[in-house]
């Protein structure tokens, strides 16, 4: 049994939050995400946040070190578009691996800073920006940007690098179609098995909007279903939607599995400009109610959130004991 397989039984875990958010704060330039390394490059480079783990290591490391303060146990790596689909569009499939090896190096490195309790890395495995279930184009209802082989690949590269830098487990999230999922827990289970390792694996699907259905249009149920062939640590639901209208869907997820349940939602919606308004304090009295009710396993933020978020969920998630696995006949 690992050390996080023994610790989520004691207490519920704190996830960190955002790291786009905090990124964003420091104003990075297309000269600052180029860096030396990258100075020449023929292509524009702004935007790519997983690239500042080679070009602005000390910044990624900051924000890592900023959640473990605020209370976090598991931090994400930097790497939620580290696949060679994701990095297409920069024109750096050939730097994937040393992307992702990098910033599961640094998160590890952080990690180990902290010594009052086991602190945890968690290779973010993102979506990417393709589809395998449904066709990007109206007029071809059959065609498909992506293949299931396609990602299997692309994210056993993935896979393979955020181990060899020292993860601690793998976070398949922001699910929005199941079918990319799938390859990558596909991916998962191949290395596994190559290397003899039993990694822990959480898994993290995104209701997109009031229907309770992902994008590709599967209810929590199926999407439950379509997932637990695998043996997971936890799975769960982030971003998308506020703690508030998470919630229903996370007491579905609850009622039907003995799997331990995550939840990292955003903080509320977004206004007119894309920006968060909900305070710490405002997510810390949702995130309560999810506690009382026995909801989690994990509890932590996505898009908008803060270390402050993170320390105030903290804060109220020592109060309560995690959730007790249901029975499922």
Partial sequence: MSKITEAIQERILVLDGAMGTMLQRYNFSEEDFRGARFKDFPHPLKGNNDLLSITQPEA???????????????????????????????????????????????????????????????????????????????????????????????????????????????????????????????????????????????????????????????????????????PLLSVGFNCALGADLLKPYLKVLSQNTSFNISAHPNAGLPNAFGEYDETPKQTQALIKEYLEDNLVNIIGGCCGTTPEHIRMIAEIAKEYKPRKAQIIA
Avoid: W
Avoid at 104 to 132: H, L, Q
Avoid at 154 to 163: D, F, N, P, S, V
């Fill in 60 to 230: 990624v490391k900051e924000v890592h070190r900023q959640y473990f303060k605020a209370g976090a146990d598991i931090v994400e790596t930097n790497t939620f578009s580290g696949t060679t689909i994701g990095m297409a569009d920069y024109h750096l499939e050939d730097f994937v691996y040393e992307l992702n090896f990098e910033s599961a190096k640094i998160a590890r490195e952080v990690a180990n800073e902290f010594t009052d309790r086991p602190r945890y890395v968690a290779g973010s495995i993102g979506p990417t920006n393709r589809t395998a279930s449904m066709s990007p184009d109206v007029n071809d209802p059959g065609y498909r940007a992506v293949t299931f082989d396609d990602l299997r690949i692309a994210y056993k590269q993935q896979a393979e690098a955020l181990l060899d830098g020292g993860c601690d487990l793998l976070l398949v999230e922001t699910i929005f179609d199941t079918l990319n999922a799938k390859a990558a827990l596909f991916a998962i289970e191949e290395v596994k098995e190559e290397r003899n390792l039993d990694i822990p694996v959480m898994v993290s699907g995104t209701i997109t909007d009031a229907s309770g259905r992902t994008l590709s249009g599967q209810t929590v149920e199926a999407f439950l279903i379509s997932v637990s062939h695998i």
